[in-house]
Structures are given as C-alpha cells and as structure tokens.
C-alpha cells in the first residue's frame, strides 16, 4: 500500500487560509468516508483533529476545517494562528483492513 | 484522565527482537481497537497494527507482516507489540494509539508519547 500524497510543505501568514491536500485512489480516500488527519509538532503526541472525512472531535477548533472530492482529501486551516505551524498528515482506511497515511506536510506560519 | 504510556524501546542488533507495551489508563481499555504506528527518522507516519478491542482480530502492514505480533491483556490494560526478525528500517519511534469508539478505520483520537527503537549493529 502506497503512502497518500501530500504537498511536502505550505505556508500562510497569520489570520490567512491554507488547505493541505492528500490524494489516493479509489482504494482509499476514494473508496471510504475514512479520511482522517493529525496535527503533528515535534517531539509531541500526534493529535486528531478530523474523522470521517469532515467530523472535528470535541476541543479542536472550527477553525479547522475538512472535505473530500473523488480521490482527493483536503483540510483547510483558516484564520492561521503561529500555534497551528506542525506536521499534519492524512491517513484512510484502505479496505483490506488497514490504514494508510499520507507522507505528511510542514505547516510554516510566516 | 485519558493517557496512554509507552514503553520497551531501546538498541537491538538487526535480526534481533523486542517488545513494547503500552500501559492504558482513564477509559474503559477493553471497549476500543488499538493501534500500533511509527515513525522513522525524518520520515512521516507509518500505520503498524491494529488489534480489536477483544483481541480476536490483528491486522498488519505489510513492511511488518510475519515479523510483528500484536497483542493485549484487558485486566492489565496494556497491549504490546512483540518485534521480531528486525530490520534498520524498523527504526523508529512507535506510538501507541487508542480507536475511536466507531472504529480504527474513523480515526485514532489518543496517542502515547512514543518509545524509540533504534536497529543496529
């Protein structure tokens, strides 16, 4: 199973938009409403902040925000904040019983 | 609270085994699948196993399939993770990670803080 790509690295100024994307195929994100994402900064707990494709648990921010088209996921940060700067990967069920996550992208908040 | 600790890392020669557990504490341990992840040096994550909330159901990646067994005890709390045959690439830390109540495929909301596994001669 090959890792979901997401872009390497983005950037936004504070209060600005960014939106991550994480592409697979119909195997995965295309196949199952099981897209999720972790916010990730070094040397801490990886943290969930979307299920399901759209669902934020309890105490993460409505800033965060999440969708899927076809093969293609994608989480957008709004009003970026400089605590939001961190590591954040997708990961998808893949239907044969496992999970698999994207190669993760680096959040700069200029 | 909910928490999750890890332990069990250290240096191990390739070909080489170890086992980490990972202790649970704060939520009813024996109702949620488990989930083993890692990851190596600069790398990003990288989904290990998963083991369901009975222990009747493991499931591997590939990378470790045949080499990796997942296991738990519910009146200890702990799950573990027995590393067999290892390889360098196995170098990493590995975090354990609580499933969601819908399931592991939803999302894994609690993660430990990661014990690190170093393979090398």
């Known amino acids: 199973q090959s890792a979901l790509t997401q872009p390497r690295s983005v950037s936004g100024s504070p209060g600005q938009s960014v939106t991550i994307s994480c592409t697979g195929t119909s195997s995965d994100v295309g196949g199952f409403n099981y897209v999720s994402w972790y916010q990730h900064h070094p040397d801490k707990a990886p943290q969930l902040i979307i299920w399901?494709?759209?669902e934020r648990p309890s105490g993460v921010p409505d800033r965060f925000s999440a969708s899927k088209s076809g093969n293609t996921a994608s989480l957008t940060i709004s009003g970026l904040q400089a605590e939001d700067e961190a590591d954040y990967y997708c990961?998808?069920?893949?239907?044969?019983?496992?999970?698999?996550f994207g190669g993760g992208t680096k959040l700069t908040v200029l | 609270e909910v928490q999750l600790l890890e332990s069990g890392g250290g240096l191990v020669q390739p070909g080489g085994s170890l086992r980490l557990s990972c202790a649970a504490s704060?939520?009813?341990?024996?109702?949620?699948?488990m989930n083993w992840v890692r990851q190596a040096p600069g790398k990003g994550l990288e989904w290990v196993s998963v083991?369901?909330?009975?222990?009747?159901?493991?499931f591997y990646a590939d990378s470790v399939k045949g080499r990796f067994t997942i296991s738990r005890d519910n009146s200890k709390h702990t799950v573990s993770l027995q590393m067999n045959s290892l390889r360098a690439e196995d170098t990493a830390v590995y975090y354990c990670?609580?499933?969601?109540?819908?399931?592991?495929?939803?999302?894994?909301?609690?993660w430990g803080q990661g014990t690190t596994v170093t393979v090398s001669s």
């Open positions: 990670a609580k499933a969601l109540p819908r399931g592991y495929y939803s999302g894994l909301d609690v």
């Open positions: 704060g939520f009813t341990f024996s109702s949620y699948a």
């Open positions: 399901d494709v759209n």
């Open positions: 990961c998808s069920y893949t239907g044969t019983y496992t999970l698999v």
């Open positions: 083991l369901s909330a009975s222990g009747a159901s493991t």
